[in-house]
């Protein structure tokens, strides 16, 4: 059996889009899925990554608002003395109750970028606020405004510390004030917001992606029934494409009815041209024949030899044409049970005193897909010949495959045919045994007529003694 499970398929396309879309380029469904889902997914990725980076700046923008509030609670409360600075108490339970979450820092530039501690909350238990090196010259370089970071604060807890640099009175050195708080629960809850968005958005493209796969599948609907009519006209169960379809794709099917008609004529005038060769040959070839018969003599024998093989060879070229054309012709259909059955009668018939028993088998639905003149010359050549080599019995049996074809099986108990001979046996003109009538060309016509078909034909040998021809042919749903 040849093996088809690639005919059809289109050309790969690059091996970029067959790793990152399944090889889509097999299905147009597949693509357009894969392609939707991919936008849906960086969409709504992007649209989560937004919503909660927008969440959490607004919230340290809020957190940043309270931070300025202290640090003005602050300079309300520092005093500048000879002595230094002090910083009156702030009424804020926070600030004063020790690691509370809530701290302040009254500093001075160390002339190196850093920030050196003067006064600091009860709530940071003699600690310092953590300054990230350089924050002296972002301070100087953005004076009297507040800048924000994130910092370890004295219990390993995150913070968020503001910090700005202001001038006081009865002071020439600026002084830093900082305030910072504890920013666990805002972390945690931009976290919480990140799972519900991100859960929500999951959810959504979930259901866009079962949107698409839907519209995708209702959409490319026309193109499934299509498909479905050209396979029907392909196997014979239909002539035309005969539904009506969107216009996108209505001029696509009568294009597809128009190629159609054409292959039908040109089979026509190939079945018309090969009738008019036929006629304009065989008629001299006859005259020949005839008039070489009357006559007597070497020359007449002569003629009247290779007019015979000049008719055998037109006969061989013209059928071959015709089951060519045949072959073309789309829509044809031929039950194979039906042929079996003309052939096994009338094949008894003549091999009536032989006593040949023929059985055969075959599904009332299996069809083949081509004429039935041509069916019948491959199978009545085939079992003709199994009847006249067979003892007493001649078994058929025919099948479908998975490949769209069919394999018919002929078998008979007689000698059988070497391994050797087989090949020979298939070739035109040669005969196995002379003793036995025939003129040799009957398995070369059925290889001729099967190999038009697009099938094939092997010999070997039987269970039952005998040869057994395993034939390959196309099949059309009945």
Request: aromatic share 4%.
């Amino acid at each position: 059996m040849t093996d088809t499970a690639g005919e059809g398929e289109t050309a790969t396309e690059p091996k970029t889009w067959g790793r990152w879309f399944g090889r889509p380029g097999r299905s147009l469904t597949r693509r357009l899925i894969w392609l939707a889902a991919a936008w849906i997914v960086v969409a709504l990725a992007l649209t989560s990554w937004a919503l909660t980076s927008q969440y959490e700046e607004s919230t340290l923008r809020r957190l940043g608002f309270l931070l300025n509030q202290t640090i003005d609670e602050v300079v309300l409360a520092t005093t500048v003395t000879p002595d230094g600075v002090t910083v009156a108490e702030i009424k804020d339970s926070q600030t004063l109750r020790p690691l509370s979450g809530k701290y302040w820092a009254v500093g001075e530039l160390d002339g190196e970028g850093g920030v050196r501690t003067l006064a600091r909350s009860p709530s940071l238990a003699g600690e310092d606020l953590n300054v990230p090196p350089g924050l002296g010259n972002r301070l100087q370089g953005a004076f009297g405004e507040t800048i924000s970071y994130n910092a370890p604060g004295p219990i390993d807890k995150p913070l968020r510390v503001a910090a700005s640099l202001k001038t006081m009175p009865g002071r020439d050195a600026p002084l830093v004030l900082m305030a910072g708080v504890d920013r666990s629960m805002i972390d945690a809850d931009t976290r919480q917001f990140a799972t519900f968005t991100g859960t929500a958005l999951l959810i959504l493209g979930l259901g866009l992606v079962v949107a698409v796969f839907l519209q995708v599948q209702i959409g490319l609907r026309p193109l499934y029934s299509l498909r479905n009519e050209i396979a029907d006209v392909r196997k014979g169960k239909a002539a035309r494409i005969a539904r009506t379809y969107p216009l996108e794709i209505q001029p696509l099917a009568e294009q597809v009815n128009q190629l159609l008609d054409h292959n039908q004529e040109t089979v026509e005038r190939q079945r018309t041209h090969v009738g008019n060769l036929a006629h304009a040959l065989k008629t001299p070839l006859s005259v020949m024949l005839a008039e070489a018969g009357a006559q007597e003599g070497d020359l007449p024998d002569m003629v009247r030899k290779q007019t015979e093989v000049m008719k055998a060879q037109v006969d061989h070229h013209l059928r071959r044409a015709r089951a060519a054309a045949r072959a073309q012709s789309l829509g044809e259909r031929t039950p194979i049970a039906e042929v079996l059955d003309e052939m096994a009668v009338m094949l008894e018939r003549v091999f009536e005193e032989k006593g040949v028993e023929i059985d055969w088998r075959a599904p009332d639905e299996l069809g083949f897909r081509g004429e039935r003149q041509d069916l019948q010359e491959i199978l009545g050549n085939l079992m003709e010949n199994a009847c006249k080599w067979a003892k007493r019995r001649v078994r058929i049996s025919a099948g479908p495959t998975h490949l769209g074809q069919m394999i018919v099986v002929v078998e008979d108990d007689g000698p059988g045919l070497p391994e050797e001979q087989r090949a020979a046996a298939l070739q035109r003109g040669m005969r196995m045994d002379e003793t036995t009538p025939g003129s040799g060309l009957g398995l070369s016509i059925v290889v001729e007529l099967t190999r038009a078909y697009g099938g094939k034909i092997t010999l070997g040998d039987s269970d039952m003694g005998g040869l057994k021809v395993l034939l390959e042919l196309p099949t059309a749903e009945i």
